[in-house]
């Protein structure tokens, strides 16, 4: 499992990771640059409504392309062994008192936000590595049981019933946190060595959506209060060598983008995306807060000494990201969608590869300046030029140069929807920015208010300036925000507005 999970997302980030690297070849340079010019082709053709015989040919080039590449890169030294992962080395390199938990289900589910099947079959369990001892493997409750508790949490938190008095909503709330606590935390505690105070935690499937640190246990406390949390794509992450930076303090806010830029108008022509009628219901209101939030932003890294950069309005266009280079720190407040189709499932094919897995990404993403102009062209049977349509998907963030980048913040409404995959993790946004290079990614399960968002965003900017760490931020704001939040609001208002934040990381 510590071999195999996830290893399609491991392997492309460590492809990408290489081609980039300082001391590759001029032939691997060219290789790599083919590579991605092949796949901005059959991204624009996906985008653009082009003939199936045209996907197709494009699709066939960027396999050549990409077979091209991995040849070369075959020739030098892997960054990881997958023959040396087992769980000895992975405990070895675990810091004292702390534990790794590799979740896993034990029969297939089918692709989230596919058709439903009556049933779902099996159960999750989960395995405990820490130091000094030997990995134990512990059965949790059925797959059914844990979709209906984090389906009961995420919907409660998510959709308040209306007039629930805040007492009893309070209480629900609460209940609903322990119930998830009880079913996938709490079985496990007993395998802690004592005095564990961190946990590395590599999940599957739908528990992707789980908002792990605002769970509760029976005493009442938050999980992030009893424990330090690091997610891990998997346990094996923690085996990888930190690649080296270039040093550079630098930080760039992309805020309030003007979604009904005229740009993409400029230079449409007739046609119709695939995906053209699942964006009927996507809305994208200008983020007035987000110019707060970017002044914030530039405010506490200009104060710190940092080199810094705020972009907003019609600045902050898909070119503008597509040209950034690799900032320390990348900042995007912006409206982040998941397409579906009409039925709410993810069905349509889109391409030759006839993998709704593959497919997944170029219905996730964000919107940058002109997006809501482009979605109105789509429907209007018209499309803009790709590569500044303000529809920035998950392919196009797969193929930015963020190597030099330690934390890419997705501060936006539900940036970490996508399509997971028992055994083979999600295919998002979040790991395509962590293939593009980045350390850390930061996204949201859910939104939430402007002022909330601020305020999180505000706290956790501090934290990070003191302690130049995107983990350590993150666990002290939360943990600080989750307690403060229901001691003054309740249970509910602080699930709702602090939980929602997920920082996953490529390393240790």
Not at 71 to 86: C, F, I, R
Not at 276 to 282: I, Y
């Amino acid at each position: 499992m510590l071999r195999y999970k996830g290893s399609i997302s491991s392997a492309l980030r460590e492809r990408r990771a290489r081609a980039l690297s300082a001391n590759r070849s001029k032939k691997v340079r060219l290789l790599e640059q083919a590579n991605r010019e092949a796949l901005n082709r059959l991204a624009a053709l996906h985008q653009t409504g082009a003939s199936s015989n045209q996907i197709k040919a494009a699709h066939e080039e960027a396999e050549a392309a990409e077979k091209a590449l991995n040849a070369e890169l075959k020739n030098g030294p892997p960054l990881l062994d997958l023959q040396s992962v087992n769980a000895t080395s992975v405990a070895a390199k675990l810091p004292s008192n702390s534990v790794l938990v590799e979740y896993f289900v034990d029969h297939e589910i089918p692709l989230t936000g596919a058709i439903k099947p009556k049933k779902l079959e099996g159960s999750f369990a989960a395995v405990v590595i820490a130091p000094g001892q030997e990995p134990k493997m512990v059965r949790l409750s059925s797959n059914e049981e844990t979709a209906t508790l984090r389906h009961m949490l995420t919907g409660i938190v998510k959709h308040p019933p209306k007039d629930t008095p805040k007492t009893e909503l309070d209480e629900r709330t609460k209940a609903c946190a322990q119930a998830l606590y009880t079913a996938v935390v709490a079985p496990l505690e007993s395998s802690f060595p004592p005095g564990t105070d961190t946990l590395f935690l590599s999940l599957d499937s739908f528990l992707h959506g789980v908002p792990f640190a605002a769970l509760i246990d029976q005493n009442g406390k938050f999980l992030c209060e009893k424990y330090v949390l690091q997610h891990l794509v998997s346990g094996r992450d923690l085996l990888k060598k930190p690649l080296p930076s270039d040093g550079s303090l630098t930080a760039v806010c992309f805020g309030n983008p003007d979604y009904f830029d005229l740009a993409p108008k400029n230079c449409a022509r007739p046609g119709r995306p695939p995906l053209a009628a699942a964006t009927e219901n996507v809305y994208l209101p200008q983020l007035l807060g987000s110019s707060v939030e970017a002044e914030v932003f530039g405010e506490l890294f200009s104060h710190a000494g940092w080199k810094t950069r705020t972009l907003e309005g019609t600045a902050a266009s898909e070119k503008a990201l597509r040209t950034l280079g690799s900032p320390r720190i990348l900042h995007l407040a912006t409206h982040g969608f998941f397409l579906r189709d009409a039925d709410g499932t993810i069905q349509q094919n889109l391409g030759p590869t006839n993998s709704p897995f593959a497919d997944s990404k170029f219905r996730s993403g964000f919107a940058l300046a002109g997006g809501s102009t482009s979605f109105s062209l789509w429907r209007a049977n018209q499309v803009p030029a790709f590569d500044n349509d303000g529809i920035f998907t998950a392919v196009d963030a797969s193929q930015l140069d963020l190597r030099n980048t330690q934390l890419v913040t997705l501060s936006a409404c539900e940036t970490n929807a996508g399509l997971d995959m028992p055994g083979m993790g999600a295919s998002s946004l979040q790991q395509s920015l962590l293939q593009a290079g980045t350390q850390h990614v930061m996204t949201t399960l859910w939104s939430i208010s402007d002022l909330s968002t601020i305020k999180f965003m505000g706290e956790f900017y501090v934290q990070y300036l003191k302690t130049q760490n995107p983990v350590t931020a993150m666990n002290l704001n939360q943990r600080q925000l989750l307690r403060d939040w229901a001691e003054d609001h309740g249970w509910h208002f602080a699930i709702r507005h602090a939980a929602p934040f997920v920082l996953t990381s490529s390393q240790r």
